[in-house]
């Protein structure tokens, strides 16, 4: 015999789970619980674990709420079509991100490499304005008044592209 | 092809991987009916909590029907529907306190479901017993001596090593046993 453990332990163990505790048990068991502690104390708490189980499965108004099984076939049911969606549509949204950041290297590269011709550009277009105040007497200077308003139209009309393309991927972002 | 086509598809090519889904929901519906009341009385033990168990079967179940092991026999579907029940509730315990299962003060847990426990003699006599030992204690008594698990089920299903099973359950049903007779002892039982 164990010293911490009881050996006939699994017997009255046993018969409480099947239900023959006491009634199914013979006088020999009855006797050993009736001396043993330990079996005792098992006897005590499984009957009453076992008769608060009994009374929550025999209680209608007791248990789980109003949940039904087809309830919660079909809310499986979504679930997977949605992962079975995520999973679909994964690769193209790491394709388009892959895509995004190739986008604005390739810009910044371009605009590295090719710095010193848009600078250029820039200032001829510059220069094309402060030569035209020069002459407001002249008929045509309201044209090439608005010509000078090149640069600046074209710099805004940028920044305002990178701003609602900014917000455009923020939002798609957030969908995700 | 239609999106409806196209996920028909990546679920049939899931269901292909993983071997055929022999559960439909005529059989799931048969296995939730004699499931669920002892799941959701295992929960509503071990948490003291009705509406919670409420909400973490729900979960158990739709994690099982996502996991897709509906080809295992009832007595493997069981134990996986109880080690998910009691993930879940382990879950619960961390995310708002960052706490383990030991670390949950027992006074939170007292009010071992309120629903109906004046209805119930068993009740009267375990809900304040239950109460007082920790939820690690309840979950193996529970699984132990109510669900009648073997000490090898206990451990695939509360992740605790098979070894130390029967320790803590020597242990817990000690302390268990003298709250229930302490119980017993109270006067207003006694009347």
Known sequence: MNLLFCSRQKEVREALHRGQWPEGCDRRLHAHVAVCQECKDLVLVAQTLQQDRREIMQEPNFGPSSTTAAMLWWRSELRLRRGAVERMTRPIAITERFALVGMVIAVVGLAAWQWKQIGDWLFSLIDTTSANTLYTNDPGAFAFGTAGWFPVLLMAGLGTFVVIWGVAVFLLAEKD | ?191
């Open chain 2, 1 to 191: 092809m239609t999106w409806d086509d196209i996920i028909s598809q990546a679920k049939t090519g899931d269901m292909a991987e993983t071997d055929t889904l022999l559960m439909d929901e005529e059989i799931f519906a048969a296995f939730y009916h004699r499931t669920s009341r002892a799941v959701w009385a295992y929960l509503a033990r071990v948490s003291g909590n009705a509406a919670l168990a409420d909400d973490l079967l729900q979960e158990s179940y739709l994690r099982f029907l996502c996991a897709r092991r509906l080809k295992d026999d009832e007595n493997t579907c069981r134990s996986y529907l109880f080690r998910i029940a009691t993930n879940l509730l382990r879950d619960h315990w961390r995310r708002p306190q960052t706490a383990t299962l030991d670390e949950i003060p027992e006074t939170a847990l007292i009010a071992a479901d309120s629903r109906h426990s004046e209805r119930m003699d068993s009740q009267a006599l375990l809900g304040p017993a239950f109460a007082r030992l920790g939820p690690r204690e309840r979950q193996l008594l529970w699984l132990a001596y109510a669900e009648g698990c073997t000490h090898r089920e206990i451990s695939q299903i509360t992740g605790l090593g098979a070894a130390s099973i029967r320790i803590l359950l020597f242990r817990a049903r000690r302390k268990m046993a003298r709250l229930l007779r302490q119980q017993m002892l109270k006067p207003e039982r006694k009347s």
